[in-house]
Every structure is written in C-alpha cells, then in structure tokens.
C-alpha cells in the first residue's frame, strides 16, 4: 500500500463542545440557511474543521432528534476533508440546527451542508478581499 490513506474520523477533536464555542460561532455572522438545516461558520485557526449540532424539540421526540444528530455527524464526518480552507488558513467551526422535517438520508444532508457551507466560503472570501481593500 502506497500514498497517505485518508482517515474518515469523527473524534472529540471535531466537535464543539463548550458554549462559548457555539457563541463565538453565532457572532462571528457567516449564516446560510438550507431548509431545513441553518448552517453557521466561523474562521478559527483550529487544525481541523469542527461541528456543533443544535437540534431543538421541534424536530420531533427523542429517537428523531438522535437520527437527525446520527446522520449530520456521518455526514460531516464523509464531508471534512473536503470542506474549504478560509481565506487566511485555518479552519471552520460549524454549527447545524434543524427545522422541524422528515427525516432525510445522510447524502442528503451532506449535499445540504456543502451548498451551505459554499456559499458561506464565497462570503468569507469576499470579506477578506473588502478588509485587504480598505
């Protein structure tokens, strides 16, 4: 076997944990909504991207909020090393929540996730490219 092996991990590395973390996700303001997830971002200088579910009631009882949360983390899990470095190097913090839906299969909330995460990566991009301007 030759060349690097990609590792397909989800470890406590690749989670928000603290509520501070989640905070400092919701201020820094990178926000796109893909119904029926809302994906917030935040550029950190972590050396890896990191995940933060937020899946109220409204979901459903508890067995769907823990098949929503289940397929959102195999979905990033599949999707990390993919996800785009921010303009500056480092990484992004993400936070999920859910909307009240059926529930959907994890390519589904992959597909979701990437449209979501891409438009918030043109923003942040466009927002280095106004701060070096000015």
């Known amino acids: 076997m030759s060349g690097p092996v990609r590792q397909h991990t989800y ?11 989640y905070a400092a996700v919701s201020r820094a303001r990178l926000k796109k909504v893909e119904h029926p997830l809302v994906v917030q971002a935040r550029i950190t200088d972590q050396p890896e991207p990191r995940l933060g579910l937020s899946i109220g009631r409204r979901v459903g009882n508890a ?13 990033f ?6 996800i785009p470095r921010p303009p500056g190097g480092g990484n992004y913090d993400l936070v999920v929540s859910a909307s009240a839906h059926e529930l959907l299969g994890t390519g589904e909330y992959r597909a979701r996730i990437e ?14 490219q106004a701060d070096e301007a000015n």
């Not at 690749?14 to 973390?21: P, T």
């Not at 067995?63 to 979905?75: F, M, Q, T, Y």
């Not at 449209?115 to 280095?128: G, K």
């Open 63 to 75: 067995v769907a909020r823990n098949a929503v949360k289940r397929r959102l983390r195999e979905a």
């Open 115 to 128: 449209r979501a995460l891409a438009a918030i990566h043109r923003v942040a991009v466009r927002r280095e």
């Open 77 to 82: 899990r599949l999707m990390k090393q993919d």
């Open 11 to 21: 470890r406590r590395r690749h989670r928000l944990r603290l509520a501070r973390e």
